[in-house]
């Protein structure tokens, strides 16, 4: 079993739409969650970062951790085709090396 | 901002020929690493180092080398490339917090 599974997608939606991606875990150790944006032929981005359970908000964008489900999630408010990008979850037990990604899930906002 | 800058965006190389990817962070992270990455099998770590002249095997760490002299620089060797070493190469530092933060990443194609 994956530390970290992630849906691949691709996922497709109108502009405007509320988005929600997903990863799920394995591993109760993780406390911390983090999500990625990825543009085609670009390095990753870091868009979210949250400890332990838990909302945050940040402008369009809200991470959601459940750490009894172990599931996280990526909300994504009033979609633009910006948002258009390839979206990997992160997480880690601690703040040194062992460090787990998903597949990531590739994302289209149609104009 | 954290920035992370590689050598090179696109390289192609011969089967056999020694390839050097270079990597610099300006923000003097103690932690650097190389991933590749695969449509379908995601971020896979190579190598990493957690401080000059110090280096540790990640998960696929065959084919490769890695050096660090400096601090702010690090180095990924392949010793004779080969076809399946066609990838996307990421370089990434971290912070305290332990969240990677990425360069723009190096395609190299091997023929």
């Known amino acids: 079993q994956k530390e970290v599974e992630q849906d691949p997608g691709p996922l497709s939606v109108p502009e405007g739409a509320i988005v929600s991606l997903n990863c799920t875990y394995s591993n109760s150790a993780f406390q911390y969650f983090m999500w990625y944006r990825q543009y085609s032929r670009k390095g990753p981005e870091l868009l979210m970062y949250?400890?332990?359970?838990g909302n945050k908000e940040d402008g369009r964008f809200t991470a959601q951790v459940d750490k009894s489900s172990k599931y996280i999630s990526l909300f994504i408010r009033d979609s633009q085709p910006s948002d258009s990008a390839t979206y990997l979850c992160a997480m880690s037990p601690n703040t040194g090396n062992q460090f787990y990604f998903g597949t990531g899930t590739s994302l289209t906002v149609i104009p | 901002d954290v920035k992370v800058t590689q050598s090179s965006r696109y390289l192609v190389k011969r089967t056999g020929e020694k390839v050097f990817l270079e990597c610099v962070q300006d923000m003097d992270h103690e932690n650097m690493f190389w991933y590749r990455q695969d449509p379908g099998l995601g971020l896979r770590l190579i190598y990493f180092s957690y401080d000059v002249k110090m280096k540790e095997k990640g998960d696929i760490p065959e084919g490769y080398s890695v050096s660090r002299e400096k601090k702010e620089r690090f180095s990924l060797i392949l010793e004779s490339a080969s076809t399946n070493q066609t990838s996307m190469y990421l370089c990434?530092?971290?912070?305290?917090?332990?969240?990677?933060?990425f360069g723009p990443g190096t395609r190299l194609t091997v023929l």
């Open positions: 949250t400890y332990s359970s």
């Open positions: 990434a530092s971290s912070s305290q917090t332990g969240s990677r933060f």
